[in-house]
């Protein structure tokens, strides 16, 4: 997959985790798409090393999105930890 697609799937997936997890966040969009596309490749590696699958296969892959999807949970919980603990 290519950047442009990459950052796709990062900001649907920031944006899918934010209305899982509401809340008052710091940052903005921005921060939600750049979790989005981290989470992406979280997800993807750890499909990889847990499970021993290749879980980014394709843009329409449903494992790709849920892969995204999970790794931008994890990291927005992180994230919410590390801002709530600088404050």
Partial sequence: ??????IL???LAGII???LMPGKDPGGIIVTILIGIAGGLLG???GKV???VDSI???FEISTW???IVGSLILLVVYRLFSRAAR
């Avoid at 997959?1 to 990459?6: E, S, T």
């Fill in 17 to 19: 985790a934010k209305m």
């Fill in 57 to 59: 296969d394709g843009f």
């Fill in 50 to 52: 847990i499970f021993g």
């Fill in 1 to 6: 997959m290519g950047i442009i697609a990459w």
């Fill in 44 to 46: 993807g590696w750890l």
């Fill in 9 to 11: 799937i990062g900001l």
């Fill in 66 to 68: 849920i892969a995204a």
